[in-house]
């Protein structure tokens, strides 16, 4: 991502110190990380600290600060989702992948991610695989559906 | 700015409107133990270490003395059993973090902490932000900041900034409460620098 | 789109938009809510439009793309106008026999409607299904009947009447004491008087006054904000102008979370419709009043509902609880006054001021009144989106509405309120729904999300998974919050695994005292809720478990 489209973006936001969350969650959302220098950048033009912007970055888990892989797996660790047994849904994604929540494989292919709650809690457990919802999983149809990925 | 008048452990004392109880009390020479508070930065509230029982209105509060503004009439306690037992176990929750602190060794004293309570967890940082906040309110500078949340929460220094502004100031050292700050600061050193060809 | 500049105007617009609009004329409203599009019902959608086309019945036909319906469980769900027909787990496979034989052949099939599991019963429509029959749907039941996307279909339903009424018929001060008389009561959590609050932001010193609505809603299980916000933007909307005015605020926020991009959009179809209308911005519908609402997007932490951290974050800053002794009612987002309600409490605002506070009151408990949203989930024959008058004893809303527990499983427990809620055992089901009433047994409503346990769920486990969301969303600025949520998780995740030690729930007690009374915000103070309800209520499996490991 160059600084020209940083600083269309964040143009956008009239240069606002105050639109600092939404200008970094634009530039995740369009390169699905958020690289040092591009946080430089927004210090640099909203006039917030690199301190302040340090803590946003790693406050929030939305916000990715390496590169994310192509799969980007959420897990919803919501309450009715927890008692009818994510937990296991988990454990055994992270089984499959090798990795925990928040990191991201080394070839790049998934990333995990746990959520608080999707909202769609009559479907618990759900997985979403690259925004497709997978609902009332099983562990085992968990390992299948990731098998399809590439 | 008019004048209020309150009960401080059950003395009468005169203060200025728009003081807190710690102000308060400060000025009348009455102790209250403080660890995140310093008088030239914004009140932080985070340590809770100054929480006294305060009344107003017939009830009873517990409120954190560094934030609390003085009101007329008030009837502040700064010590009582609840007030104690608090700072007792928020000692030992600190200590489990930074178990060699000297300001934690004291008051543990003071209020018979148990350092042993809690399994030993040592950060060497029990988080009181007076480097952070010192760093930006007085010096203006933002060459030490937090980052993450909840349990995870830290402090680490901007090898950019620290790099430019870091050698000629260290007055944040001096504030640490548990001597956290220069190895942390020298860690950054070591990770921006790792050549060390400046 | 013509601008609006007076209450006749607005009038002669209703009138016009209803006069081109046929009541017989068929209509398909397509469940677009957050369970129904994760079951694919974007597909239906796509299956609907594509057989209307090619049956060449685009202008006999409309398709409407809804709000949440209420019932998840039986996702996709459809509504068939004018007859009102129900049709459940709808499938793209199953759309032509829909429109040959329902649409236009004015039959019912039967395999798509509600058959009760106990007797077989079949039940077409909503005034049959058990599901919704025993609710009372003043917020969301018009979900079906609107477009979020169509202003027209708001205003075709009476919209924005509450707010010519406010500005042309009553003072601000008329208004508030009309919300202050009908004694709502904040749907967030807190359960405080709106009215209060009003007054007291009303009454700060200062000339910029902020009005927010918190459409956060971070408490796991809880999806009954974004089904009503989504599904009717503008009635919320209505409530949040009609606020403005009282409180004299000429600038509102809207604050919602980045994950969920359905609800941004329609809020910023609604904000772009409403000013085109003259209902927002400028000399509101020729009156004379100002008022502009931002969009603020943050993201799903729980923290961020908590009101000062909430503020902070609009501000553009990580959002820490602020640590001040003063009301964000007087001063709150940079040092002005700032009023923050709910969702569902900005909602119920133009009913109020439509039908009155003595409507208003006749519904509902004592001290609590109106209707109240609930998020049904958990081990639950029926999970989805609920309203019922407050005072509905639990019982009804688990197996009137609920329709039980799944798979022959015995009721445990309630929990209500998240994180910071509690657990009740399942011998006081007989509990009316009411904020005080579920306070005092140590289980407050919170935004009402409602969760439903069986006999094979271990409560150690819920305080522990409690406890265990709460040390990653907390800000972790406060000693006692922090440290003291880590050594409570210490202890509880040692229980569930067998190694509990002598003492161990003495010490717990002992945290949560000091979290409860030290700490710098509600989250801190309220974070051991579900611990000490399930002590309470369930000592005997801390104790049971300890003497096992």
């Given at each position: 991502?160059d600084?020209?489209?940083?600083?269309?973006?964040?143009?956008?936001?009239?240069?606002?110190?105050?639109?600092?969350?939404?200008?970094?969650?634009?530039i995740?959302?369009?390169?699905?990380w958020l690289?040092?220098?591009?946080?430089e950048?927004?210090?640099?033009?909203?006039?917030?600290?690199?301190?302040?912007?340090?803590?946003i970055?790693?406050?929030?888990?939305?916000f990715?600060?390496?590169?994310k892989?192509?799969h980007?797996?959420?897990i919803?660790?919501?309450?009715?989702?927890?008692i009818r047994?994510?937990?296991h849904?988990?454990?055994?994604?992270?089984?499959?992948?090798g990795?925990?929540?928040?990191?991201?494989?080394?070839?790049?292919?998934?990333s995990?991610e746990?959520?608080?709650c999707?909202?769609?809690?009559a479907?618990?457990?759900?997985?979403?695989v690259?925004?497709?919802?997978?609902g009332?999983?099983?562990?085992?149809?968990?390992?299948?559906?990731?098998?399809?990925?590439e | 700015?008019g004048?209020?008048l309150?009960q401080?452990?059950?003395r009468?004392?005169?203060?200025?409107e728009?003081?807190t109880?710690?102000?308060?009390?400060q000025?009348?020479?009455?102790?209250?133990?403080t660890?995140c508070y310093?008088?030239?930065?914004?009140?932080?509230?985070a340590?809770?270490?100054?929480?006294?029982?305060v009344?107003?209105?017939?009830?009873?509060?517990?409120?954190?003395?560094?934030?609390?503004?003085?009101q007329?009439n008030?009837?502040?306690?700064?010590?009582?059993?609840?007030?104690?037992?608090?700072?007792?176990m928020l000692?030992?929750?600190?200590?489990a973090?930074?178990?060699?602190?000297g300001?934690l060794q004291?008051?543990a004293?003071?209020?018979g902490?148990?350092?042993?309570?809690f399994?030993?967890?040592?950060?060497?940082?029990?988080l009181?932000?007076?480097?952070?906040?010192y760093?930006?309110?007085?010096?203006?500078?933002?060459?030490?900041?937090?980052?993450?949340?909840?349990?995870r929460?830290?402090?680490?220094?901007?090898?950019?900034?620290a790099?430019?502004?870091c050698?000629?100031?260290?007055e944040?050292?001096?504030?640490c409460?548990?001597?956290?700050?220069?190895?942390?600061?020298?860690?950054?050193?070591a990770?921006?620098?790792?050549?060390?060809?400046? | 789109?013509?601008?609006?500049?007076?209450?006749?105007?607005l009038e002669?617009?209703?009138?016009s938009?209803?006069?081109?609009r046929?009541?017989?004329?068929?209509c398909?409203?397509i469940?677009?809510?957050?369970?129904?599009?994760a079951?694919?019902n974007d597909r239906?959608?796509?299956?609907f439009?594509?057989?209307i086309?090619?049956?060449?019945l685009?202008?006999?036909v409309d398709?409407?793309?809804?709000?949440?319906?209420?019932f998840c469980e039986?996702g996709?769900?459809?509504?068939?106008?004018?007859?009102?027909i129900?049709?459940?787990?709808?499938?793209?496979?199953?759309?032509?026999?829909?429109?040959?034989?329902?649409?236009?052949?004015k039959?019912?099939?039967?395999?798509?409607?509600?058959?009760?599991?106990n007797t077989?019963?079949?039940?077409?429509?909503?005034?049959?299904?058990?599901?919704?029959?025993?609710?009372?749907?003043?917020l969301?039941?018009?979900?079906?009947?609107v477009?979020?996307?169509?202003?027209d279909?708001?205003?075709?339903?009476?919209?924005y009447?509450?707010?010519?009424?406010?500005?042309f018929?009553m003072?601000?001060?008329?208004v508030?004491?009309e919300?202050k008389?009908?004694?709502?009561?904040?749907?967030g959590?807190?359960?405080?008087?709106?009215?209060l609050?009003?007054e007291?932001a009303?009454?700060?010193p200062?000339?910029k006054?902020?009005?927010?609505?918190?459409?956060?809603?971070?408490?796991?299980?809880?999806?009954?904000?974004?089904?009503?916000?989504?599904?009717n933007?503008h009635?919320?909307?209505?409530?949040?102008?009609?606020?403005?005015?009282?409180?004299?605020s000429?600038?509102?926020?809207i604050y919602?979370?980045?994950?969920?991009?359905?609800?941004r959009?329609?809020?910023?179809?609604?904000?772009?419709q409403?000013?085109?209308?003259?209902?927002?911005?400028?000399?509101?519908l020729?009156?004379?009043?100002?008022?502009?609402?931002?969009?603020?997007?943050?993201?799903g932490?729980?923290?961020?509902?908590?009101?000062?951290?909430?503020?902070?974050?609009?501000?553009?800053k990580?959002?820490?609880p602020?640590?001040?002794?003063?009301?964000?009612?007087v001063?709150?987002i940079?040092?002005k006054?700032?009023?923050?309600?709910?969702?569902?409490t900005?909602?119920n605002?133009?009913q109020?001021?439509?039908?009155g506070s003595?409507?208003?009151?006749?519904?509902?408990?004592?001290r609590?009144?109106?209707?109240?949203?609930?998020?049904?989930?958990g081990?639950i024959?029926?999970t989805g989106?609920?309203?019922?008058?407050?005072?509905?004893?639990?019982r009804?809303?688990?197996?009137?509405?609920?329709?039980g527990?799944?798979?022959g499983?015995k009721?445990?427990a309630?929990?209500?309120?998240?994180?910071?809620?509690g657990?009740?055992?399942?011998?006081?089901?007989d509990?009316?729904?009411?904020?005080d009433?579920?306070?005092k047994?140590?289980?407050?409503?919170?935004?009402?999300?409602m969760l439903?346990?069986?006999?094979?769920?271990?409560?150690?486990d819920?305080?522990r998974?409690?406890?265990n969301?709460l040390?990653?969303?907390?800000?972790?600025?406060c000693v006692?919050?922090?440290?003291?949520?880590?050594?409570?998780?210490?202890?509880?995740?040692?229980?569930?695994?067998?190694?509990?030690?002598e003492?161990?729930?003495a010490?717990?007690?002992?945290?949560?005292?000091?979290?409860?009374?030290?700490?710098?915000c509600a989250?801190?103070?309220?974070?051991?809720?579900?611990?000490l309800?399930?002590?309470?209520?369930?000592?005997?499996?801390?104790?049971?478990?300890?003497?096992?490991?």
């Open positions: 991502m600084n020209d489209r940083i600083d269309q973006i964040i143009d956008k936001h009239q240069g606002k110190a105050s639109s600092l969350i939404q200008v970094l969650l634009e995740q959302s369009e390169n699905h690289p040092k220098e591009a946080l950048r927004v210090s640099e033009k909203l006039q917030v600290p690199l301190t302040r912007i340090r803590h970055t790693t406050f929030y888990k939305a990715s600060l390496v590169p892989g192509r980007e797996i959420h919803c660790m919501g309450t009715a989702c927890h047994g994510a937990t849904v988990l454990d055994t994604v992270q089984d499959l992948t990795i925990r929540p928040g990191e991201t494989d080394m070839d790049l292919k998934f995990l746990t959520v608080n999707l909202g769609c809690c479907l618990g457990p759900v997985m979403v690259g925004g497709k919802y997978h009332k999983i099983a562990p085992t149809e968990a390992e299948e559906a990731l098998k399809n990925y | 700015m004048e209020i309150l401080i452990d059950g009468e004392v005169k203060v200025e728009g003081m109880i710690l102000e308060a009390a000025s009348t020479g009455i102790n209250i133990p660890l310093h008088e030239k930065l914004e009140p932080y509230g340590c809770r270490i100054c929480t006294v029982e009344e107003t209105g017939g009830r009873t509060n517990l409120v954190a003395a560094c934030l609390y503004p003085v007329e008030l009837v502040v306690m700064t010590r009582s059993e609840k007030v104690d037992k608090i700072r007792k000692l030992e929750l600190m200590i973090h930074a178990p060699e602190a300001a004291e008051l004293q003071e209020y902490a148990n350092k042993d309570r399994e030993k967890e040592p950060s060497f940082c029990i009181c932000g007076l480097c952070v906040r760093c930006a309110e007085v010096k203006k500078k933002n060459a030490v900041g937090f980052v993450d949340r909840g349990g929460r830290e402090v680490i220094f901007i090898p950019e900034i790099a430019k502004e050698w000629n100031c260290k944040c050292f001096p504030l409460p548990t001597e956290a700050l220069q190895a942390g600061y020298l860690l950054t050193e990770l921006a620098f790792p050549s060390g060809n400046r | 789109m013509p601008r609006i500049n007076s209450p006749t105007e002669e617009l209703r009138k938009i209803l006069s081109k046929d009541p017989d004329r068929p398909i409203a469940c677009a809510g957050t369970s129904c599009l079951l694919g239906v959608i796509g299956a439009e594509e057989e086309k090619k049956q060449s685009e202008a006999k398709i409407r793309a809804t709000g949440c319906h209420g039986k996709p769900n459809i509504v068939i106008y004018p007859e009102e129900c049709y459940m787990e709808v499938i793209p496979e199953g759309v032509s026999d829909i429109i040959s034989q329902t649409v236009l052949g039959k019912v099939i039967d395999r798509l409607i509600y058959t009760d599991p077989g019963e079949k039940a077409a429509h909503q005034s049959e299904i058990p599901f919704y029959k025993n609710q009372m749907r003043h969301i039941g018009n979900n079906t009947k477009d979020p996307k169509s202003i279909d708001y205003l075709a339903l009476g919209g009447s509450a707010l010519s009424k406010s500005l018929e003072t601000p001060e008329q508030l004491e919300i008389k009908a004694n709502l009561r904040g749907r959590g807190g359960g405080f008087p709106t009215g609050k009003w007291t009303r009454n700060a200062g000339e006054k902020y009005v927010i609505v918190n459409a956060h809603e971070g408490e796991p299980g809880a999806f009954m904000d974004r089904a009503l916000f989504t599904g933007p009635s919320v909307l209505e409530g949040l102008i009609i606020g403005a005015y009282a409180i004299g000429h600038q509102g926020f919602t979370r980045h994950d969920t991009p359905q609800l959009n329609n809020i910023v179809v609604a904000l772009t409403a000013e085109g209308y003259g209902l927002l911005g400028e000399n509101i020729g009156s004379g009043f100002n008022f502009n609402v931002e969009v603020h997007l943050d993201i932490i729980f923290v961020s509902g908590e009101s000062s951290a909430l503020m902070r974050s609009i501000e553009g990580t959002p820490e602020r640590p001040k002794y003063i009301r964000t009612a001063s709150g940079w040092e006054p700032s009023n923050l309600n709910n969702v569902e900005w909602a605002v133009p109020i001021i439509n039908n003595e409507w208003y009151t006749s519904i509902g408990t004592e609590s009144k109106g209707t109240k949203l609930i998020s049904l989930s081990n024959c029926n989106v609920v309203e019922v008058p407050m005072g509905t004893s639990l009804e809303i688990v197996y009137d509405i609920g329709g527990i799944p798979n499983k009721l445990k309630i929990h209500f309120g998240g994180p910071l809620g657990s009740i055992p399942a011998s006081l089901l509990t009316p729904l009411d904020f009433e579920l306070a047994l140590g289980a407050p409503m919170g935004a009402g999300g439903v346990m069986d006999e094979d769920t271990n409560m150690v819920v305080a998974f409690f406890l969301f040390t990653d969303e907390s800000c972790g600025k006692p919050c922090r440290e003291g949520i880590r050594q409570m998780l210490k202890i509880l995740t040692n229980i569930t695994q067998g190694k509990g030690r003492g161990d729930v010490l717990l007690e002992e945290l949560a005292e000091v979290a409860g009374n030290a700490s710098l989250l801190g103070r309220t974070s051991s809720n579900p611990l309800s399930t002590l309470y209520y369930f000592r005997d499996e801390y104790e049971g478990i300890k003497e096992n490991g």
